[in-house]
Structures are given as structure tokens and as C-alpha cells.
């Protein structure tokens, strides 16, 4: 046949190195300064959960080395309010960490605010999510991941 078999099959697949990473962007635009206070919470609340809780001593000249993990999430689609079954075409997400918030605040590359206030008139949050376990290809086969 002019073939050989590879030898090497396992020195090339070393396994799994990088877990699966999901990014979502979202445009918030706010009616008023109020709604415009809300989203700059929203988005608060996604910087507060990528980052590690801090316990231990109070003392700022003694901190303590004990960090808790940042928050996990589960990551479901919906429309309409109505969460999508397993037979639809997209996929589900494992339980993840979020690795970035990015945050801009500018309005046709200019930043502009609700008169007489400190809130922007437009928000882009662009979020990155990365999974906590491993995937394998009978999880996606059979749960649809």
C-alpha cells in the first residue's frame, strides 16, 4: 500500500491544553441618567466577579496571602424569555470564570455623558468567559456542549 504506520501518534497529542473561551459583546444605551446608573452597575457587578475575594487580616500593612476564587457562571441563551432547549443550534456553555471586562464609554469615539451628570449616554461591554473543565468530544456528542 505504500503506508506506514505512525509511531509518533502519541508524542503529537499531548492532550487538551486550552480551555474552551466564549466572548460576548453587549451595546447598552440608556434612556435616561437613571437607566445609565443601572448599566454602569451592571457592569460594576461583571469587574467585581472576575476578581478574587480577599480574606484575612484588615490591617493594609499586614495583608493576609488568603484569596477566594472569583464568581462561576452559567451561561444560558434566551429569547424572548424563554430559555432555548438542547436541540437548538447553538451550544451550551460550561460553568466558566469571566477573564476580561472591557468597558467603553464613548459614543462615536467621543465620550458623552446625561447633561449635568457623570453617566455615559452609551456603554460597550465586551465580556470573556472561559470554561473550568475540560470538554470532550462524548460530552459534545451527547450533551450538546
Given at each position: 500500500?505504500?503506508?506506514?504506520?505512525n509511531p509518533y501518534i502519541v508524542a503529537s497529542y499531548k492532550g487538551p491544553e486550552d480551555l474552551r473561551t466564549h466572548d460576548f459583546s453587549f451595546k447598552m444605551m440608556p434612556q435616561d441618567s437613571d437607566e445609565s446608573h443601572n448599566c454602569l452597575h451592571i457592569s460594576r457587578l461583571f469587574k467585581a466577579a472576575m476578581l478574587p475575594s480577599h480574606g484575612g487580616a484588615g490591617d493594609a500593612s499586614a495583608p493576609s496571602m488568603v484569596f477566594g476564587y472569583p464568581d462561576?457562571?452559567?451561561?444560558?441563551?434566551?429569547?424572548n424569555g424563554n430559555q432555548l432547549e438542547k436541540q437548538n443550534s447553538l451550544f451550551k456553555i460550561g460553568r466558566s470564570v469571566l477573564t476580561a471586562c472591557d468597558l467603553s464609554y464613548t459614543t462615536q469615539d467621543v465620550p458623552l455623558f446625561f447633561e449635568g451628570t457623570q453617566y455615559p449616554v452609551t456603554i460597550d461591554m465586551k465580556l470573556s468567559f472561559m470554561e473550568v473543565e475540560v470538554m470532550y468530544r462524548e460530552k459534545v456528542i451527547?450533551?450538546?456542549?
Amino acid at each position: 500500500l505504500g503506508a506506514v504506520l505512525n509511531p509518533y501518534i502519541v508524542a503529537s497529542y499531548k492532550g487538551p491544553e486550552d480551555l474552551r473561551t466564549h466572548d460576548f459583546s453587549f451595546k447598552m444605551m440608556p434612556q435616561d441618567s437613571d437607566e445609565s446608573h443601572n448599566c454602569l452597575h451592571i457592569s460594576r457587578l461583571f469587574k467585581a466577579a472576575m476578581l478574587p475575594s480577599h480574606g484575612g487580616a484588615g490591617d493594609a500593612s499586614a495583608p493576609s496571602m488568603v484569596f477566594g476564587y472569583p464568581d462561576h457562571f452559567d451561561i444560558k441563551f434566551f429569547i424572548n424569555g424563554n430559555q432555548l432547549e438542547k436541540q437548538n443550534s447553538l451550544f451550551k456553555i460550561g460553568r466558566s470564570v469571566l477573564t476580561a471586562c472591557d468597558l467603553s464609554y464613548t459614543t462615536q469615539d467621543v465620550p458623552l455623558f446625561f447633561e449635568g451628570t457623570q453617566y455615559p449616554v452609551t456603554i460597550d461591554m465586551k465580556l470573556s468567559f472561559m470554561e473550568v473543565e475540560v470538554m470532550y468530544r462524548e460530552k459534545v456528542i451527547k450533551e450538546g456542549y
